[in-house]
């Protein structure tokens, strides 16, 4: 691969995981976690930016020497858990494609004025459009960046006119008033949790960047992807603080856009049409993408004909939303399943960093290790208070 090919692929990896993170839900999180917690929600977001850096650098580092999916990785950490992990991540993967896909109808509803089931049926088109191309992973990189890029630009202008209290939004990121652990791990498992962390990864090895003599380079692509997706955050959060501050409420059904509709009037509301499709299209592209990157690594058949299945992962996503909707329950039961993946996916990384077996004579940072361990113990504790509550509410 010459070095031009391989700088490309590894700014693409990046940019494919930091949009798969950023989705309807991540905009949504944002702007009602600024609403409640204002100018503290800066020390979320630094919390939550580190440990994101300390899971990520842990599971693509292993990827990376192992020179193997994680699934593979896994069943040979403990026989059939990349079964379960490639289960988790595909059920997951659909549950929340059906939202992207809801989200990208939602943005072209509000570009076009198009009934919001024909505009995901139009952008699901377009996601599919993608692995037609012969190289569809450049294709797939270079939509990523273009639409990060927009997705950034769009929301930086809004957060200028806005005009939010900066020197406020400094002091309490390092000195909040308000804590909340809920929104860190929240935070934290919507950006390296479920399918997102292992786009990244995933797109690595199918590029060929993968050994030892890789590492500097795959630690590079790893940190930019948490800093790409972190930006969006930070600039997402100054909007929303800067109107909050002006003692503006959020509309409850579409808060991240309320930011938009106060600065720029109608013309805000397709900015954040713009955004929320370009968040929504490219995190159904990184979902099916990553979904099926599984699913291949488990079966010769599919990875004979990834293209294929991704577009059916697309098709299904889109034709679920666009006759039977969002089934709730559905959703938040794989949700919360979708939360476990983390813990379960960076429990098992770990240990295969420590079996000579799968890394050689590799020697993993005892300090990344720790902050793997942290991010496993409180998702882990989370997810499984959020589970009982669901059974205990179904039962009840």
Same mark, same amino acid.
């Given at each position: ?24 839900? &991540? =905009?949504?999180?944002? +702007?009602?976690? *600024?609403?409640?917690?204002? %100018?503290?929600?800066?020390?979320? @977001?630094? $919390? ?82 993608? &692995? =037609?191309?012969?190289? +569809?992973?450049? *294709?797939?990189?270079?939509? %990523?960046?273009?639409?990060?890029? @927009?997705? $950034? ?244």
């Amino acid at each position: 691969m010459s070095n031009h090919n391989r700088r490309h692929a590894l700014i693409g990896a990046a940019f494919l995981m930091a949009t798969s993170a950023i989705g309807p839900g &991540f =905009l949504t999180q944002t +702007a009602t976690f *600024t609403e409640n917690l204002l %100018a503290s929600f800066g020390f979320v @977001i630094l $919390i939550s930016i580190l440990l994101d850096i300390g899971a990520q650098l842990n599971i693509w580092r292993i990827i990376a020497v192992s020179e193997q999916p994680a699934q593979n990785i896994a069943n040979r950490v403990l026989p059939g858990a990349g079964y379960f992990l490639t289960l988790l991540i595909v059920m997951g993967g659909l549950a929340f494609n059906i939202g992207n896909v809801g989200g990208a109808g939602l943005g072209m509803n509000i570009l076009t004025g198009l009934s919001p089931e024909m505009g995901a049926i139009i952008s699901g088109c377009i996601a599919v459009g993608i &692995f =037609l191309f012969r190289e +569809a992973g450049k *294709t797939m990189d270079k939509f %990523a960046q273009i639409m990060g890029f @927009i997705m $950034i630009a769009l929301t930086l202008y809004v957060a200028w006119q806005a005009n939010p209290p900066l020197e406020e939004a400094v002091y309490y990121t390092f000195l909040p008033v308000k804590l909340d652990a809920v929104a860190i791990v929240t935070l934290v498992g919507g950006t390296v949790g479920g399918y997102i962390t292992f786009a990244g990864a995933h797109r690595l090895l199918d590029a060929g960047i993968k050994g030892r003599a890789s590492l500097p380079e795959v630690n590079r692509s790893s940190v930019s992807a948490i800093l790409i997706a972190s930006v969006m955050r930070v600039v997402l959060f100054l909007a929303v603080l800067g109107v909050v501050s002006q003692g503006v409420k959020l509309n409850p059904e579409n808060p991240a856009a309320t930011p938009f509709q106060y600065i720029a009037g109608h013309g805000g509301w397709l900015l954040f049409g713009v955004v929320i499709w370009a968040a929504s299209i490219t995190s159904v592209i990184g979902a099916a993408y990553t979904s099926v990157s599984f699913l291949a690594g488990l079966s010769a058949t599919v990875k004979k004909n990834k293209n294929r299945w991704i577009i059916g992962f697309i098709l299904v996503s889109t034709f679920v939303l666009a006759t039977v909707g969002r089934p709730a329950q559905v959703l938040v039961f794989v949700g919360t399943l979708n939360g476990l993946i983390l813990p379960v996916s960076l429990g098992l990384i770990l240990l295969a960093a420590y079996r000579p077996d799968i890394v050689g004579d590799y020697r993993h940072p005892k300090w990344m290790a720790v902050c793997g361990l942290i991010v496993v113990v409180s998702m882990a504790l989370l997810s499984g208070i959020t589970l009982v509550k669901y059974i205990g509410g179904l039962l009840g």
